[in-house]
């Protein structure tokens, strides 16, 4: 028994003596840089300006997160489906690209509290006959794979029992299909489908009505271990609502009016 006990003294002993594990946030202050995965075929959250420059909601964000940590952000351009890839394969610090706060993508990475909330909307080729999101069933649908709007929209093809869903690799590519009458519908944000409208660079295309969706709730994301850069994160994000830099943004990339709650009624406040 008294040897038992000593050992254990000695492995409580060590452990007191070890030095504490530089994590994720550590690193990144060390190495003076941020990088953040951002999608930019996703305006007004990520885009290029004429010069070929990343523009955007996303790009400013991980800009002023860079700001506070006192770093320099460097901008990775993925697309939504690479963007866990990303980060798994370290070649990324965060992701700051309007990802959805799934509970199976938290099986692999860990998120934040919510940084923007969407709403989507219908859009449709300007030849389909369709006047409200109901006039989907049937038709030949699509969105970029593994997003909200994918999910959702596979769902409604196999509940309806007919129709047919198309997964793309990027939202360029969906839109452009949809242009071009290889869709009839899509589901998109309802910020990115007024920002493809108003582009011209889509030809055709016309928003029908609201998606019956839940707000779609999107969160920064690191590596599912690093709870102290989350921790940090979460912080941010609370600062950048409460000293109306959430709303500058909002302002800037999205237009007038009230930026989204980030709040749940009965959840969190």
């Keep these: 028994m008294r040897t038992s006990i000593l050992a254990a003294w000695a492995v409580a002993a060590t452990a007191v003596a070890l030095p504490a594990q530089a994590d994720k946030l550590d690193d990144i202050i060390a190495s003076g840089t941020l990088r953040c995965a951002v999608v930019l075929d996703f305006p007004p959250m990520g885009s290029r300006d004429a010069q070929n420059n990343p523009i955007g909601f996303d790009v400013d964000y991980c800009s002023d997160l860079a700001a506070a940590l006192g770093v320099t952000a460097e901008v990775v351009e993925t697309t939504f489906p690479e963007r866990i890839p990303a980060l798994m394969s370290g070649s990324v610090d965060v992701a700051v690209a309007s990802t959805s706060d799934t509970l199976e993508r938290a099986k692999t990475v860990g998120f934040t509290i919510p940084y923007y909330s969407f709403e989507n909307a219908v859009v449709a080729n300007e030849k ?96 599912r271990e690093e709870y102290g850069l989350i921790n940090y994160m979460n912080l941010f994000i609370n600062q950048q609502v409460r000293t109306g830099r959430y709303a500058e943004l909002y302002k800037k990339w999205v237009g007038e009016g009230e930026p989204a709650d980030l709040t749940v009624k009965g959840v969190y406040r």
């Design 128 to 223: 389909v006959e369709m006047s409200n999101w109901e006039g989907m069933k049937g038709k030949v649908v699509g969105a970029t794979a593994g997003t909200y709007e994918a999910i959702w929209l596979e769902g409604k093809v196999k509940e309806w029992g007919e129709g047919e869903f198309r997964p793309y690799q990027n939202q360029a590519d969906v839109f452009l299909a949809l242009s071009q009458g290889q869709l009839d519908a899509t589901v998109s944000t309802v910020e990115v489908a007024e920002a493809n409208v108003k582009s011209g660079n889509f030809p055709g295309i016309k928003i029908v009505d609201k998606a019956p969706m839940v707000p779609d709730y999107v969160a920064l994301i690191t590596l």
